[in-house]
């Protein structure tokens, strides 16, 4: 080595040791002499939230569906001809048909030389140029103010007037979303603060949607959990509410109560007292609550009725209704629609600080508005054809099919789950999922652990390999100690759904005789 090669590489060796003692990642010499730069975004330098985030919906079970997808696309020999995704309420992917009103408007608005096509009834046009005459340079291309576009906005406060019997509403209380998820998000950030006893708790029902947990871990909030009754159908019990808070107290300064109804992962619709006695809660225990709505026509059991937390809460008079802080969220992605795809949503608060309204807006602006077409969509979903119009007979014939079909099939699952020995599923009321409680014996519960899994994702596991079905264990939603379940979409067709129910229940025969 000459003497400029050494005084190199000990400028190098100094340079990575300042570094070091910086918390700089190393430098590393290749055999040729080259200098590999560490890289500067490491799993240890990462943001360490993020790694706290698990989404389960998305997680290892369908990134192993996608393996067996291609692996049967290459011909290799499987037990099952196709993978059955039964994991995510994903309507449209599981078969479900478009609304064709929607779907025309959307057309127009998309490529306006349509507007001349004889073939496209007349609402359709006039709604798609109402739409376009809203939007800059009459393009769906243009960005929306970041609140959204006014007419949208209004045509949403009209919506909940009609749906809550005339309680007002006002178009600037309400913020259009890249799909219900955005406004979730967007309002727990606005939530989120203090350190150590005076970090900000948030309560979550358990079983719960991982949208709340994985925005939580990301915001470093403190999850509060409150569980749902599952021996009464899932129903909410004020004295579990008040338990969580009182314990959550001693460790955190909880802020917001979340509210899914009907509910996610569990299909249970909350009465009306029951939403009474949440609104009595919050107010009495000052939180903030925020009511994910985005079920709000898949209600099917008798005796159920949706009742949005505005409604009520105001028809409980002004000591609630100008008090209690309240954010409610709709999207287009369930319901009859399913457009998951266009991410369309929106939020209405009432009762905000006008100062925190003004930091909302200013939040929203960052992220410059969502998307137009997204918006497009839900202006047909609150302002659907009317009486007497072109397309009023089909759309209501299509809306009618489509949560017809999802009630009968809500029942199947229901009456097929509850005939298998070691598994009970409670009434799905509403929603699109059903979440049965499910039996794993001792001997598999062993098996699990030594491999390094959580029982009910060794079960769900075997049974995507064995049977090609793909389900959500209910642990990535939260289940009390010591019980399992899975979480199942009613969504696939009928004559699939059958199919998908019976190698449930032939799977789990077997499996149980396996490690009885």
Known sequence: MNHGTALLWKRRALSSLSATRRGLPKEKMTENGVMSRAKVLTIDTMNPTVKKVEYAVRGPIVQRAV????????????????????NIGD?????????????????????PELLSDNTFPEDAKSRACRILQS???????????????????HDVARYIERR??????????????????????????LLVCGEGAGRTGVMISIPQYPLYSAALAELGAVQINYYLNEEKCWSLDISELQRALDEARRYCNPRALCIINPGNPTGQVQSRECIEDVIRFAAKERLFLMADEVYQDNVYADGCQ?????????????????????????????????????????????????????????????????????????????????????????????????LSALAEKAKLT????????????????????????????????????????????????KMLEETGICLVPGSGFGQKDGTYHFRMTILPPRDKLKILLNKVKEFHQKFTQQYS
């Open 67 to 86: 393996e067996l997808e291609r692996e049967l696309s290459e011909g290799m020999k499987k037990p099952f001809a196709e993978v059955i995704r039964a």
């Open 91 to 111: 309507a449209h992917a599981m078969g479900q048909q478009p609304i064709t009103f929607f779907r025309q408007v959307l057309a127009l608005c998309s490529y």
């Open 135 to 153: 939007c800059g340079g009459n393009s769906l291309g243009a960005y929306s103010a970041s609140q959204g576009i006014d007419s949208v906005r």
């Open 164 to 189: 809550d019997g005339g309680v007002p509403c006002d178009p600037d209380d309400i913020y259009l979303t890249t799909g219900a998820s955005d406004g979730i998000v967007t309002m727990l950030k």
């Open 306 to 402: 949706f009742h949005s937390f505005k409604k009520v809460l105001f028809e409980m008079g002004p000591e609630y209704s100008e008090t209690v802080e309240l954010a409610s969220f709709h999207s287009t992605s369930k319901c009859y629609m399913g457009e998951c795809g266009f991410r369309g949503g929106y939020m209405e608060i009432i009762n905000m600080d006008e100062e925190v309204k003004a930091q909302l807006t200013k939040l929203l602006s960052v992220r410059l508005c969502p998307p137009v077409p997204g918006q497009a969509l839900m202006d047909l979903v609150v302002n659907p054809p009317r009486p007497g119009e072109p397309s009023y007979d089909s759309f209501i014939k299509e809306r009618t099919a489509t």
């Open 414 to 461: 229901e009456q097929v789950l509850n005939t298998v020995q070691g598994i009970s599923c409670n009434p799905v009321q509403g929603a699109m999922y059903s979440f049965p409680r499910i039996t794993i014996p001792d001997k598999a519960i062993n098996e699990a652990t030594d491999q390094g899994q959580l029982p009910d994702m060794f079960y769900c596991m």
